[in-house]
């Protein structure tokens, strides 16, 4: 099946900060989603992106799907930021099977 | 703006006993999933369900867990005998095109 692997596994930044993850993933995908997981457990939505850009607010996101890899931007950083990102993708064969990478621990620091 | 939700938040169970966690999914979608998270580890597909059955399966979906969909609203899971190794965060998600909305989730601990 498909591979998803994720850098880096751990960022630690000062609030206001900027930052780039990283997702790779080894196979053509249909489905690419970016989630966060809070304190609690919660996995929230952020994108589905499995080609092109998007923009939320202080989060934006790319995916170049020929070079099979995502990238999520988090702008002036805020404590409330931190939690776990993963990114999860479903191959073009196997489109409802999500896989997810093994996430970014991100701590904003105030 | 209509959410996924689950029942219940935690549950606490012997070994051996069987547990059903339930999910109500967004009313339109068609598409439902189970996904697992143990402590610490990646989020793992379990299976999903399209027009009531089985449309894929992870190796992790053994004969101790089945699914249904009892009336037009829910969507449950069944562990038949837990092990202890069943702890976990057990999450349902549904879609209606490619997007998956995860619910908050049931934090099962087996003793």
């Known amino acids: 099946g498909i591979q998803v692997e994720q850098s880096p596994p751990d960022l630690i930044l000062q609030e206001g900060a900027n930052s780039t993850l990283r997702c790779n993933f080894s196979?053509?995908?249909?489905?690419l989603q970016w989630f966060h997981q809070n304190p609690w457990g919660q996995l929230i939505n952020l994108f589905y992106?499995?080609?092109g850009t998007k923009q939320n607010g202080r989060l934006s996101a790319t995916t170049v799907a020929t070079e099979r890899y995502s990238l999520l931007y988090i702008s002036s950083s805020q404590t409330t930021d931190s939690g776990v990102y993963f990114c999860?993708?479903?191959?073009?064969?196997?489109?409802?099977?999500?896989?997810f990478g093994s996430g970014t621990q991100l701590t904003v620091l105030p | 703006e209509p959410e996924v939700t689950q029942t219940p938040s935690h549950q606490v169970t012997q070994m051996g006993q069987e547990v059903i966690l339930r999910c109500v999914p967004i009313?339109?979608?068609?598409?439902f999933y189970w996904y697992r998270q143990i402590l610490g580890q990646k989020v793992e597909f379990l299976v999903s369900?399209?027009?009531?059955?089985?449309?894929?399966k992870s190796e992790i979906f053994d004969d101790q867990f089945s699914v249904e969909r009892p009336d037009g609203s829910n969507f449950t899971l069944k562990i038949r005998s837990t092990k202890l190794e069943d702890s976990a965060m057990y999450f349902c998600?549904?879609?209606?095109?490619?997007?998956?909305?995860f619910g908050p989730g049931t934090r099962l601990l087996v003793l």
């Open positions: 998600a549904s879609s209606i095109g490619k997007t998956q909305y």
């Open positions: 992106i499995p080609s």
């Open positions: 196979d053509s995908v249909n489905n």
């Open positions: 999860a993708a479903a191959s073009s064969g196997s489109a409802r099977q999500l896989t």
């Open positions: 009313s339109n979608h068609l598409y």
């Open positions: 369900f399209y027009n009531n059955e089985i449309s894929e």
